[in-house]
């Protein structure tokens, strides 16, 4: 008696989407889009992403769509999500395997190529309309960083070396979409010694008060990384 064979037939192809959120102090929280010069979606904006090559990992794939479709080098990307919803790419299966970031906006020239024709930074609260499930991949993507900066500390390379400590609760506040408990946040944040008060003070540039500077603690600042602290405390 023969046996069948009971492998499953499948056309699946694999794709690998960047989410990359930018900060400026000026513009808040965006994220970088580029509109597609291609079919389908000609002429709409979508995440930076594309196919896997046979010979390349998942993270050389998405660190080679940025560089060719924005001309972007990102040093580290996070895996965030897996969407394979049937029918979310109409030219055939397409498994999209999801990557998010946040660097400072300002340190990176957008240069579109290869398959998209713009690449620029939108604020997220102004998205336009996007391409395939890519509304539903920043959506999850907002929600894992929100998710993560309570966990996390965050503004060492978002901030300048030195700051005002409003700077860094504008940063909290931007990234939570919400206000805070600004004396009881600079009361928790300053105990954990993630900060240094420094003797400088910013130059005034309105009527008042020169406001004091502070920077990182580098060491501080990893260690904190690894073991994490809980922000819903300090809020």
Do not use: C
């Not at 930074?121 to 102004?126: G, K, L, Q, T, V």
């Amino acid at each position: 008696m023969t046996k069948k064979n009971t492998t499953p037939q499948q056309d699946i192809k694999v794709t690998v989407d960047a989410i990359v959120f930018g900060y400026t102090q000026e513009n808040g929280i965006s994220v970088l889009l580029i509109k597609r010069k291609i079919a389908p979606f000609i002429n709409e904006w979508a995440l930076p992403g594309g196919f896997v090559l046979n010979e390349e990992t998942l993270e050389e794939a998405v660190e080679r769509e940025l560089k060719e479709e924005a001309g972007v080098s990102i040093n580290y990307l996070e895996q965030l999500f897996t969407f394979g919803k049937p029918f979310r790419d109409p030219r055939t299966r397409v498994i999209s395997v999801s990557y998010f970031g946040m660097v400072k906006s300002s340190d990176y020239s957008l240069l579109a190529s290869t398959d998209a024709a713009a690449a620029e930074w939108f604020n997220i609260y102004e998205l336009p309309a996007l391409a395939f499930d890519h509304k539903e991949i920043v959506e999850k993507a907002i929600a894992r960083l929100r998710a993560k900066i309570i966990y996390e500390p965050v503004g060492f390379e978002l901030l300048d070396r030195k700051f005002l400590f409003s700077d860094l609760e504008q940063l909290y506040m931007k990234l939570l979409g919400r206000e805070i408990d600004r004396r009881n946040f600079k009361r928790k944040i300053m105990s954990l010694g993630l900060i240094i008060e420094l003797e400088e003070k910013a130059p005034v540039l309105t009527a008042g008060r020169p406001g004091k500077l502070y920077s990182f603690d580098s060491e501080k600042y990893k260690q904190l990384k690894v073991n994490g602290f809980d922000l819903n405390k300090l809020l």
